[in-house]
Each structure stands twice: as structure tokens, then as C-alpha cells.
């Protein structure tokens, strides 16, 4: 195990471990010379039984990605061979495998996963051009990145191999159970370009459905077994992509992003159906109204019928497999409570649920706020009557849209929403003290750095850390939750790290700065330790990216206070 603070090769100095495996654990370091971050995965020479198989996968693991140049492959830029162990250092990746997501949302919606499906033909199609071929052979979930822009990554490049025309049968039978091609495991037959794409029809099973493909079946569960009102498209694709048959499969990656391209060709009767579940839902939320509330007078009986029904269309919402199916589910859910965040809380919980808060999300929530209630009145202006609940609805929208916001947030589109949380007077002491500097901070973005006619800056660095400091102080897993701590843990030390020069030359104190870190940290260590059980892959993930940004912001201080 390496040390924090171990300087390898004169250059690399080890910040954190981020992350272990079962031969390996891999490390987030800093390049002294280049102050460029990387990852740095060690694998131990005694960790392996069988050092000659180990020797052959690094070295065909790093051969190949040495020759690659593909913005979905990582780099690898340097390789030490110790004694005791080989370090391979490479592009340091920000972000969690489909596997954690996975195990977080235990299904991901088609829209999602056939952008993903999309862009992981474009790598395969990159592979299988090189001259030979390379067949990579594990494609899974554990082995693809997701960073926070949304943007997706094949790491791991431990089984794949070259293709040989020559040869008739794999020299070893490598692949992970449940993803693996049936040829794979088959003396006698060689993987080539269609084995690539059952690993990954298999992998957009298991993402779309929550389960692996059953090798032990002939024929597996269509994926609309597990998941009803899934796009036919999407499932003809799939089934066709994991056929036992290598010749009954997509012939090549190109083929294959082709049909997930254009899959509403492939859906029989589509736009029929589309607008018959459309008319369906209408009658049903019609007729649901009439019977709750024209059939009864509004007594304890029917108020509880109500109730029931606003939870059946948020359950309806978070089950539901498009945007589209959502917004109508929230749309019949505020229809029952107007007054009540519930609703538009459960929605913004599961546009950030994944870290962004994209525009598309965004423009969908405000679809709802800003929809007609009556001739008179809009959503919003019904939330209104019900000041609490607006406040705490405004207070977390601006903490989306500080934070969050196509992954990098929108301080300017925050500072209305924290204002009338903080003006309300229906928040906790600590949130409403926490909007006013967020408030403060978010009309900095626009000045800091930039002179006035005077020529110095219209916003000292020294005022902006002030602010920063103290929107991230106090306990705020207690005051709000854990996750909103996380979320102002993450963009405070990554500030930090952004602007340690700024704050120097402003002569702010590196005491504080590191007391601040400190604080975080010790956090860090006492505030998460019984999670949610919903949640809690996700803050371990939000968790891990805090301490490496801590790490980061701490190598930073000492560059820019040297004297």
C-alpha cells in the first residue's frame, strides 16, 4: 500500500487512495512538475497466485492503451515496475462506474441508457478499425466511468486481445459470467467483433432491467418481462445484440448504432400506441378527478382518498420510464395538492438524483411551476399559499442551481431562488444564514476578477473566501441533509483548489483555509456513518470526490503559499 505523500519516480506524489479492487488499489496523485492530477493503480506482485497471467494482462493492458487515442479510452502515460509491485499511472477520471449507478437506481431509463449504448459503439467502432482489430472482450458496467459532465469512459483493458485471422480459437477463455459471450467459454471458436457486441447487448440488459441476461436459459427474458412499456425498438435491438448465435447478432458496432440511431423505426404501430397511452392517461386522471372530488364532499374519507391518490402518481413518477410519463405524473400529483412542494420536490429530487441538473430538466420543472392551475393562477401562485413549503421548495432550487447546473451550476439563476428563501422567514436560523451568503456569492461570479474603472477588481478574492467559508460551516448534515452537505462540501474544496492563488495573493490566511478543510473532513468522518440504505452508494461516491478534492485543495495551498 502506498503512502499519502510518497513521491514516485521523483514526480508523482501520492495524494489518496480512491479506490480498491481485488488484486489492485488506485490512487489519486499529483504531478509535482506539471501540477496535473492523475490516477495511479498499483497492483501487488504477491496479490497473484499466478505472477506470469498477471505479467501477460498488464502488459497487453498497457500495450494497447499506450497505441490508443480515443476520447472514451483513458491515457496511459507512465508505467513503474517495482519490485514489490507494477504502478501504471494514468488519466485520473473524476466520477463512478455504471455499476454504482446501477446499484444506486437499480434501473436506468432507456433514454439514458441508449445515449450511453451509442457512444460505447463509437469506442467499439474505434477498437475493431485498428490494424488488427483489438476485441476488448469484458464489456460490463464495473468497467464503464461516468464523469460528472455526463460523459462515459471503457476502462480496464485487462482480457482484451488482438484479433488474429489466422487463428481459429482464443488461446484462453477469458470474460465476466452474465456479460461474457457463449463462445467465450467454447473451446474451438474465437471472439471477434460480435462478441464485443453481445458484452455490450448484455450490459444494456442489465442496466434497462436491474438483472443480468440467465446464461443458463436458451433464450433469456425479453427485457419487457422486467420492464413493461420499454420501447420495442429498444428491445428488438437488444435481444438481437445478445443472440447465442454469433451470426444472429449485429455484424458491427457500426450496425448496431445504427439501429439504436433509428429504433423508432423499428417499433410496430409506435406513434398508435404513444398517442393511445396518452388518451388513456387523460381519461383515467379525468375520471379519477370527477370520482374524488365531485362524488364526495371533502371530509376526512375523501381527504384521505386524495392522499392516496397524489402518492400513486408520485410512485407513478418515480417509477416512470420517460420525461414525458413523469411530468404527467407530477402534473396529476399537484392537480390533488396544489399547495403542497411534495410533488415538485419529488421531481427536482430525481432531476439531481444523479448529480446534474440539466437544462432539459430544468425546463421541465419550470413547465410544471409555471402551468395553469386555473384561468387564474399557476402552480406556483398555489405553492405560494402555503408559504412554508415554497420557501423549502426555493431554498432547495437554488441549491440545484448553485450547485448542480449542467454539472458546473448557475449562480445568477440561484440568487432569486435563495433570496426569497432567505426573505421568507420560514427557514431554519442555519439555512436562512446559509442563503444570504450564497446569495452574497452568487453575485460575485459576474465581478470577480474583472477591474473597475479604476482598475482594481470590483470583488476582492478576501470577501469572496469569507462567504465561501461560511456557507460551508456549522453541521449542515443536521441543519439540511447529507446530501445537500455533500453537494456545498464538494463545490467549497473544489473552489479552494481553483482559487489558492487568488486567496494568497489577497493574503488570506492558509490557517483558515486549512482549518476550513479540516472541519470538512472531520465532517466527513462523524456525520456519514449511518446513511440512508436508498442512498448510501450514492454519498459514498459524493464522499470519495469530496476527499479527493480535499487532497487536491491541500496540494494546491502549499504551491501557492511557498515563500
Known sequence: MLEAGTLLDGKYKILSEIGRGGMSRVYLAINE??????????????????????????????????????????RIVDVIDKDDSFLIVMDYIRGRTLRDVLREEKSISQDKVRLWAIYLCDVLIYLHSREPAIIYRDMKPENIMLDPDGKIYLIDFGIAREYKSYSHEDTTCLGTRGYAAPEQFLSGMQSDERTDIYNLGATIYHLLTGHMVDERAYEPWPVSHFVPGISGGIEEIVMKAISRNPDDRYQSAAEMKYALEHYRELEKNYRRRAGLSIAVFGLTAAMAMTFILGSFRIDSRAKDMVASSRVDFIDDARSALTGKDRIMSIMGAMSLDPDSNEALMTLLDLDTTDGIFSKEEDEDLRSVLYSSYDDHRTYEDMLLLNSHDYAVFAYNLGIAYFYQYEDFGSRQMAAKWFREAAESGELSPSQTYRARHLVTIS???????????????????????????????????????TTTALIIYKETSAQIYNNAWNFARESVEKEEIEDL???????????????????????EEMEKVVRANISLARWQLEEAYKR
Open 517 to 539: 478543510l479540516g472541519e470538512i473532513e472531520a465532517h466527513l468522518d462523524s456525520d456519514f456513518d449511518n446513511p440512508d440504505p436508498a442512498n448510501k452508494e450514492r454519498l
Open 33 to 74: 512538475r506539471a501540477g496535473c492530477p492523475w490516477a495511479v493503480k498499483e497492483i501487488r506482485r504477491e496479490s497473484s497466485a499466478d505472477i506470469e497471467k498477471l505479467r501477460t494482462s498488464l502488459r497487453t493492458e498497457i500495450e494497447l492503451l499506450k497505441s490508443l487515442s480515443h476520447p472514451g479510452l483513458p
Open 443 to 481: 453575485s460575485y461570479y459576474d465581478r470577480l476578477g474583472i477591474p473597475d474603472e479604476t482598475g482594481d477588481s470590483q470583488i476582492r478574492y478576501a470577501d469572496y473566501w469569507r462567504d465561501l467559508r461560511e456557507s460551508a460551516s456549522g453541521d449542515i448534515a443536521a441543519s439540511d441533509n
